[in-house]
């Protein structure tokens, strides 16, 4: 049977929950389009790991195949081979899944080396590197739908990357999943103080909005095109508060109730969370300072 092959990071982690029959929007896509989903997302992962799985599998996609990256962050960086989801300084518990040794170099990594030009110059080679192959090995052209902006920190000038904006066997979405999600919120709620560390959605979205996406996505492959993601309308927004989980019906329709649970119970642990490691390693107070002075 003929794959909708995937990669990226959380927007399209598949579910491993054994016996949950929720199909997020991937699999609706692949259903749509009578293709079989082959999934190899990781939550958390990074643009150089995703083009790694691409490396692995393009030889052996056909032109009847579909390809779907997800492309996440530039600025993730897949730092320790064994951690290929511990790619982000502000993940939560990065310390308590690297050693000393390990964050003192990604704080050195971070303070020393990364730079968003340099991200972007990396993301831009990948994206020409994903056009060639698919044009070396006449495949469809590959969706590429963007997880986060594209681009890095307005004060900086990308116009030289842009040429990427028109290949002919990359289609790179208009607009961002992130901006989907964040509109999920009523005005005023802080996201990391709602979910305490447990999103509660299928991949960051509500199930309505999955439907949405799919749609979408079907549209733009069928009439080979760019996913417009910006049609805000369309997707349902503004109903996610700090009063959504005292509504069991709101929950079992709109989240994942594995996550529900898990997150009742880890709370009902009473476990208090420190500052992120970014935060109490002053990663942060170095990023903001550095952004102030350009």
């Known amino acids: 049977m003929n794959r909708l092959f995937v990669v990226g990071d959380s927007f399209s982690a598949d579910n491993l929950v054994q016996g949950d029959p929720y199909k997020a929007w991937y699999r609706q896509t692949a259903d749509k389009l009578n293709l079989k989903c082959d999934n190899h997302s990781l939550i958390g992962s990074s643009q150089d790991w995703c083009w790694w799985k691409l490396a692995q599998n393009i030889t052996e996609l056909t032109p009847q195949d579909q390809i779907v990256v997800v492309i996440t962050h530039p600025g993730r960086f897949w730092f320790f081979d064994d951690k290929p989801q511990m790619t982000n ?59 986060f902006p594209i681009f890095i920190q307005e ?35 802080d996201e990391n103080k709602l979910w305490q560390g447990y999103d509660c959605r299928y991949n960051h979205l509500i199930k309505q909005n999955h439907e949405v996406l799919s749609d979408l996505l079907v549209e733009a492959i069928k009439n080979n095109t760019s996913v417009d993601l910006t049609q805000y309308d369309k997707f349902t927004s503004n109903l996610i508060d700090y009063s959504v989980f005292d509504n069991e019906e709101f929950c079992r329709e709109h989240f994942d109730q594995f996550v529900v649970q898990e997150r009742k119970s880890f709370l009902e642990k009473n476990v208090t969370q420190e500052e992120p490691w970014a935060k109490r390693s002053g990663l942060l107070d170095f990023w903001n300072s550095k952004r102030k002075a350009k």
């Not at 050693?99 to 990594?109: P, Y």
């Not at 971070?110 to 020409?128: F, N």
Request: hydrophobic residues 35%.
């Open 89 to 147: 300084y502000q993940i939560l518990n990065i310390d308590d899944e690297l050693n000393q040794e390990q964050l003192d170099a990604v704080k050195k990594f971070i303070m020393h080396v990364q730079r968003p030009p340099l991200d972007i110059q990396m993301q831009s080679h990948r994206l020409g590197w994903l056009d060639a192959q698919i044009r070396l090995h006449k495949l469809k052209p590959a969706q590429v739908v963007c997880a």
């Open 155 to 189: 004060q900086f000038n990308f116009k030289e990357h842009v040429n990427w904006l028109n290949y002919e066997n990359i289609h790179v979405s208009k607009g961002d999943l992130i901006s989907i999600e964040r509109r999920e919120y009523t005005e005023g709620t």
